[in-house]
């Protein structure tokens, strides 16, 4: 049974026994700050479990697109080392929504497993949590497992929680028996230590409880079910293999690595894991950079950059010495095109990305490795044999050097890495990363909310422009439920009835007003509190608000008009950069505000001028051309079918609102749009951007906006013909011209500058005079001391190398203030760079001034914003070179 028929059974079995199937998630979680990435089936159901959002069914299947690389829940080290963990995998999932509950949840699982996909009885085993007497009573009495495989066990093994806080209960876990012979002992004992024998199959989870940042457990609205068995597990298992790697899913990329490494697999050596995480983690990369994450240096554009580098670092260790991630794209794609046919027209978008990083990476390699040699260098010097953990950490942080990497090395230089101070750097980082991750305040502020849960808010925004006498059923004022809102004050208002837009999807909300018999209030912002509820920012300006009072609701239609231009052009945007780019542009985010239209979209070069040029004008066509948009209601499945675009970032319900612009676009999309695309009249490019590696962005206006844009441009041309004296069509000539004289000014100045210093054999230079030079001996050692203010690091440099050839052997030092810093730079003669290397010297100069600095036994220079305190640098260098030439 291949992986894809395990995905399909799994699904047609819940169907069956009426379950919704839901799509899989993005990787990228919606409306949950909490986590980096989705990490469970159960992800995309959070707030039905909490309470917060109503679906329109009470059993739901999945197969949910899982990273674990960070937080709680992260396997990245073990990955390739052991036979079950990954970074990507699928989690096969059914749930309950205060439907069913242990009962069935455990006959369902134990009936796919054994009668569906016919795995034997005797070799399967179930644990329960330590005091679940219900759930082991029914794997014993009503399933029929012997006590004797029903184990029970704490809160560490049998108690499930998605992270700190969160949905959270018992569990109870399926494991199945691969052979005695992978290690032999008693079973509750293997599993409890996580044997290779036992693999857990599937993990059931009876949600009970919501935990607090407090560590309460609260009980939800109803007990659910959320159970999750791993794709790739449940597949070696019915494939009747003991390593997830040896199956259908991962052999393919096996097979192709090994072919660019020109090696065997199995080998029986290190290169095994190497090939292991290599298949590992190039279907991470493709999975993640296909749900819009691109490499950066925070968040999970690190993570993504980590795994891409750690997988490249693999290949070099089995002889591949060149970028060759980026060609395993198309095999994932290939292995994966039935479940996820999406892949295969990003396949190219993919590559590219993962080209650009990997060569990226090449080059910060060799950068590592030199600052590898300079920690190795300090260490001995300091007559160290283990290399110091926070300077192993930077390796690791700045140049993506694994651990295992820079032990390593050490190795072959006879040193070892103090692992311990390495770890503590790393959890620091974590702590840091925790710290800044916003996710827990975000879901505090939510929980005012829960009591107005049963409150049914209806949306009338896309059928009305103002909506009279609608009730407010609920007030907010600091976090807390209030009864009225005083003239002055500014609080939250929820109504029965709304046509205020709220926050979403990257559109602004509405503003406008709120007006009774008694008073009159200003939204100034609207939004979601929880998927089902809206709430108004409001200030009261006269009168009271209270809740029960009947008030007329009218949004600033003005103003809604200008972002309806906006948004409905992001639509003309998207549609005609795929059309000009290519189809592997995707929305990638968004903002729509009355003002402007920001649009970012994966990409991976700078668009050209012409191409900037071609897509404006293919959106002012569509314009001119005046085409009627149309929206209907319909299945998400159904409009996917359609082939309307669906965005990275969007969580969508089982209904969603297709958006057509005749057969130019058509997306789904909630916001708020115009009638006829004549009425945007006029669409402007502002700007064109990188944001991100494989992420561009666009930054336009429309409408009146556009207008004022293209008068101020005509303005500053206006002011430009009459500062030249030329007219418009000569204005490029005449400003190429100018450029072209002030080029051929400085490059007069910068000769001159340099005839002067060499000339007067580097003693002067521009106004300032340099002060007489230092010309002495020490140690046999030439050395030639020097101020020379008003130059550049550059002419300094230069100066440094003239005088250094000059003096034939020995070490030149140069100093100077250039505007609001000091600089330094030490050049030396290679046959004088062993004993007093110019690095070592700036390493002690450097702080005397302030700065940093670096560089090479023979050069190295440094700058910083002690101005006053260069003469004192300047004269510790005798005193420096005779204790270091000692």
Not at 108 to 120: C, H, N
Request: aromatic share 8%; proline share 3%; charged share 30%.
């Amino acid at each position: 049974m291949k992986a894809q028929r395990v995905r399909e059974t799994f699904l047609q079995y819940f169907a069956e026994r009426g379950h919704k199937i839901v799509r899989s998630s993005p990787l990228l979680p919606k409306d949950d700050p909490t986590i980096l990435f989705t990490n469970a089936g159960m992800n995309q159901f959070k707030n039905v479990f909490l309470g917060l959002e109503k679906r329109g069914y009470a059993r739901a299947a999945t197969v949910q697109k899982c990273m674990r690389v960070s937080g709680k829940h992260n396997d990245l080290e073990t990955v390739g080392r052991t036979a079950k963990h990954h970074t990507f995998f699928e989690m096969l999932g059914n749930f309950s929504f205060g439907d069913y509950f242990k009962r069935e949840a455990i006959a369902y699982a134990w009936e796919l497993i054994t009668g569906v996909f016919g795995l034997p009885q005797d070799r399967l085993y179930a644990t329960v949590y330590l005091d679940d007497d219900e759930a082991f009573r029914l794997w014993a009495d009503e399933i029929g497992v012997p006590k004797a495989r029903i184990f029970r066990f704490g809160k560490k093994d049998n108690f499930w929680a998605m992270g700190d806080t969160g949905p959270c209960g018992p569990c109870s876990e399926i494991h199945y028996d691969l052979g005695e012979d992978i290690e032999a002992g008693d079973p509750y004992a293997l599993i409890e230590k996580g044997s290779d024998r036992f693999v857990e199959l599937w993990n059931l989870v009876f949600m009970e409880f919501d935990q607090g940042a407090d560590g309460v457990l609260r009980p939800l609205p109803s007990p659910s079910i959320d159970t999750g068995m791993g794709l790739e597990r449940i597949t070696a298992v019915v494939q009747g293999q003991r390593s997830n790697f040896d199956t259908d899913l991962f052999l393919p990329l096996i097979e192709s690595a090994c072919a660019m490494a020109r090696r065997e697999y199995p080998a029986g050596d290190e290169g095994d894991v190497s090939v292991r995480i290599i298949a590992d983690h190039i279907r991470a990369v493709t999975f993640l950079i296909g749900d819009g994450v691109s490499p950066a240096n925070d968040g999970r554009g690190y993570v993504l950059r980590r795994i891409i580098r750690r997988a490249f670092r693999q290949g070099n260790l089995i002889g591949i010495d060149r970028p060759f991630l980026f060609e395993l794209v198309g095999r994932v794609a290939d292995v994966m095109k039935e479940a996820y046919p999406e892949l295969l027209g990003s396949v190219e978008y993919i590559s590219k990305v993962c080209l650009a990083e990997e060569e990226r990476f090449a080059h910060t390699l060799s950068s590592g490795l030199r600052s590898f040699d300079q920690v190795v260098r300090e260490t001995r010097d300091e007559g160290g044999a283990v290399l110091p953990g926070d300077k192993v950490f930077k390796l690791y942080d700045t140049f993506g050097f694994p651990l295992d990497l820079s032990q390593e090395l050490a190795r072959e230089k006879a040193l070892s890495v103090d692992e311990a101070g390495f770890a503590r750097e790393l959890e620091e980082q974590k702590q840091r990363a925790r710290l800044s991750w916003k996710g827990e305040a975000k879901r505090r502020e939510k929980q005012i909310y829960q009591e107005f849960k049963a409150l049914k808010v209806r949306s009338c925004v896309h059928e009305m422009t103002e909506v009279p006498d609608v009730r407010v059923i609920g007030l907010v004022r600091d976090g807390r439920r209030v009864d009225v809102l005083r003239a002055g004050e500014t609080g939250e208002a929820i109504l029965d009835e709304t046509p205020f837009y709220a926050e979403a999807g990257g559109q602004v909300g509405d503003t406008g007003t709120l007006k009774g018999a008694t008073v009159s209030a200003l939204v100034e912002n609207v939004s979601f509190a929880t998927p089902e509820l809206i709430v108004h920012g409001a200030k009261v300006l006269s009168g009271e608000l209270r809740e029960g009072d009947r008030v007329d609701a009218v949004p600033d239609l003005v103003r809604r008009q200008a972002i309806s231009n906006n948004h409905t052009a992001t639509h003309l945007l998207h549609a005609a950069l795929r059309q000009v780019l290519g189809d592997h542009v995707k929305q990638a985010g968004s903002l729509v505000s009355p003002e402007r239209l920001r649009f970012d979209f994966t990409h991976f070069a700078a668009m050209t001028r012409e191409e900037v040029r071609r897509v404006e004008e293919i959106v002012n066509a569509r314009i001119r051309d005046d085409i009627a948009i149309t929206t209907r209601v319909t299945s998400l499945d159904e409009g996917i079918r359609e082939g309307a675009m669906a965005i990275f970032e969007e969580k969508y319900g089982e209904s969603v609102r297709v958006v057509g612009i005749g057969d130019f676009s058509k997306e789904l999309c909630g916001g708020v749009h115009i009638r006829a695309t004549g009425q945007i009249g006029l669409f402007k490019i502002v700007s064109e951007m990188s944001v991100a590696a494989g992420m561009r962005r666009i930054e336009a206006v429309t409408g009146e906006a556009a207008y004022r844009y293209v008068r101020e441009l005509e303005d500053t041309l206006s002011g430009m013909e009459l500062s030249l004296g030329v007219g418009r069509k000569d204005l490029p000539a005449r400003i190429e011209k100018l450029q072209a004289h002030v080029d051929d000014l400085e490059k007069d100045i910068r000769e001159l500058r340099k005839k002067m210093i060499a000339g007067a054999g580097g003693i002067a230079s521009g106004e300032k005079s340099g002060a007489p030079a230092i010309v002495d001996k020490i140690k046999g050692i030439a050395l030639h001391v020097q101020r020379m203010d008003g130059l550049t690091m550059a002419e300094l440099r230069d100066a440094a190398d003239a005088l250094k050839n000059k003096l034939k052997s020995g070490v030149v030092v140069l100093g100077g203030i250039s505007g609001d810093k000091a600089l330094v730079v030490v050049s030396v003669t290679k046959d004088v760079a062993g004993r007093v290397p110019a690095n070592a010297l700036v390493k002690e100069l450097a702080p005397t001034i302030g700065g940093g600095g670096g560089g090479r036994p023979d050069f190295a220079q440094s700058g910083g914003p002690g101005t006053g305190e260069l003469e004192k640098a300047l004269g510790l260098i005798p005193g420096l070179i005779e204790r270091l030439a000692a």
